[in-house]
Nanobody, 122 residues
Framework: QVQLAESGGGLVQPGGSLRLSCAAT?????????????LGWYRQTPGKERELVAD???????NYADSVKGRFTISRDNAKNTLYLQMDSLKPEDTAIYYC???????????WGRGTQVTVSA
């Protein structure tokens, strides 16, 4: 059963914007609403490890990688069981596969989506 499904990736010019969406199962959002999970976005480029882009707690506390601060915004719609990543002022170095993740707060175990490709190029 796919619990996390990303969408919204694509090709965009430098300086442009994209909004990624992650549809999660109701069960994940219920556990998230209980504070048992943290939702977030990671990205990965060939030959590199996945890196945290941003995450958000139930209470709305957010955490961003230094490289995206001021350009990306993470948010969620609990009614729609959906996590978002608004990406503005995109740079070529933002090119990566972006993954949605749900992290169990106690164990740090992560569930991953299949990823969506973002390419920033002229």
């Amino acid at each position: 059963q796919v619990q996390l499904a990303e969408s919204g990736g694509g090709l965009v010019q430098p300086g442009g914007s994209l909004r990624l969406s992650c549809a999660a199962t109701q069960s994940i959002f219920r556990l998230y609403g209980m504070g048992l999970y943290v939702l977030g976005w990671y990205r990965q480029t060939p030959g590199k490890e996945r890196e945290l882009v941003a995450d958000i707690t139930r209470g709305g506390n957010t955490n961003y990688a230094d490289s995206v601060k001021g350009r990306f915004t993470i948010s969620r719609d609990n009614a729609k069981n959906t996590l978002y990543l608004q990406m503005d002022s995109l740079k070529p170095e933002d090119t990566a596969i972006y993954y949605c993740t749900a992290t169990e707060a106690k164990t740090n175990r992560k569930s991953w989506g299949r990823g969506t490709q973002v390419t920033v190029s002229a």
